[in-house]
């Protein structure tokens, strides 16, 4: 379904906003003015929580690509993930292979809207927040959600990310 704010955002947003749709999401994508490349500007954009912005990582596990929906407020602990997560050595992917992954440039990655499913663990931190916000396929836009809402759009995992 098209609206004069759904035509009115960037391609790639256009794309989440539409698997949004399909999956019965009711939040919808804002394009904001400030940049949401990183939890801190997105945060301060958003007036919330660093923690309540999950952000959308990509790294390799033996060659393959995996996704990981981290809060805002802490760093990924990848030797404890994989081990918890039962996977090989994780290692952040390069802007090319990002792309190549998502179809998404980083700073914007959503959670979906990609070529292919990827494997996908949700951060347990995210739990702790009634709505998170995640990116919507650009640096500058976004969506709202919850923690269950991204394990049913990812079929994710839930798991702790840190140490």
């Known amino acids: 379904m098209s609206s004069p704010q759904h035509d009115a955002l960037p391609t790639r947003s256009r794309q989440v906003a539409a ?6 999401v009711p939040g919808q994508v804002r394009e904001l003015a400030e940049s949401t490349r990183t939890a801190a500007e997105a945060a301060a954009a958003l007036g919330c929580d660093v923690g309540a ?11 393959e690509p995996v996704l990981v929906l981290t809060s805002g407020r802490h760093k990924v602990d990848t030797d404890a993930l ?17 792309r190549e992954a ?18 996908t663990v ?7 927040y009634p709505q998170i916000w995640a990116a919507a ?12 809402e991204l394990l ?11 140490s």
């Open 122 to 128: 949700v951060d347990e931190a995210l739990t702790d």
């Open 19 to 24: 698997c949004l749709a399909e999956a019965g």
């Open 82 to 98: 994989a081990a918890r997560w039962g996977r090989g050595r994780l290692r952040r992917a390069s802007a090319e292979q990002v």
């Open 152 to 162: 049913r759009l990812t079929n994710g995992t839930l798991l702790a990310v840190t």
């Open 102 to 119: 998502t179809g998404q440039a980083i700073g914007g990655v959503a959670p979906v809207g990609h070529p292919g499913q990827l494997p």
């Open 53 to 63: 912005i999950a952000n959308s990582l990509v790294f390799l596990s033996d060659n």
């Open 137 to 148: 396929g650009t640096p500058r836009t976004v969506f709202p959600t919850t923690a269950s």
